[in-house]
């Protein structure tokens, strides 16, 4: 999208919004993700602190799982989740370009499942990245069905269970 286009989607006259507010596209994308993914890091670093030293994997990605998939319920919390999953060429490098303060816990879970000893680290990092993409596509993918009024044939907490199984299975040793 250009500038240009963000600004007549946003009902703004002013040209320069973005630029002035954000500096560049990529400010205003920066700031979109930390309004929407801030608050569901520190709710996966709760559910992370509740699972004490020594978790099961399944039990990691039902943190990364969880809380994410709680934008469902509201539309900008689906649009968020498009959005994001709109940027799966960036997933190999998101450690390098996010932003740390709202992604701490998100990177310390998946730093966790990535020394999962069964696999040398570059299978074990590919792992985690298949399930990013995994977890991302598929609640954006929800999100639009829930959005076109698409009836799906599992409901919220069977979506989130069926998935944190998916996902597991892509980084459970075994």
């Not at 007549?8 to 596209?25: G, I, K, L, M, P």
Request: aromatic fraction near 4%.
């Amino acid at each position: 999208m250009t500038t240009r286009e963000i600004i007549e989607a946003a009902r703004q006259r002013n040209v320069s919004a973005v630029s002035y507010h954000f500096r560049s596209r990529q400010g205003l994308l920066t700031e979109v993700l930390a309004r929407r993914g801030g608050p569901v890091d520190h709710e996966r670093g709760e559910w992370r602190d509740r699972l004490g030293p020594q978790p099961e994997p399944r039990d990691l990605v039902a943190c990364l799982v969880t809380p994410y998939a709680t934008l469902l319920h509201t539309e900008a919390g689906r649009s968020y989740l498009r959005i994001v999953a709109q940027l799966r060429n960036r997933f190999a490098v998101w450690r390098v370009e996010s932003d740390p303060a709202t992604t701490k816990h998100l990177t310390r879970i998946l730093d966790e499942l990535e020394t999962l000893p069964d696999a040398a680290a570059p299978v074990r990092r590919e792992r985690v990245v298949a399930l990013i993409i995994l977890l991302t596509g598929a609640v954006a993918e929800r999100a639009r069905r829930i959005d076109d009024g698409t009836t799906d044939e599992l409901d919220h907490d069977a979506f989130v269970d069926n998935l944190v199984h998916m996902c597991a299975a892509l980084v459970t040793p075994g």
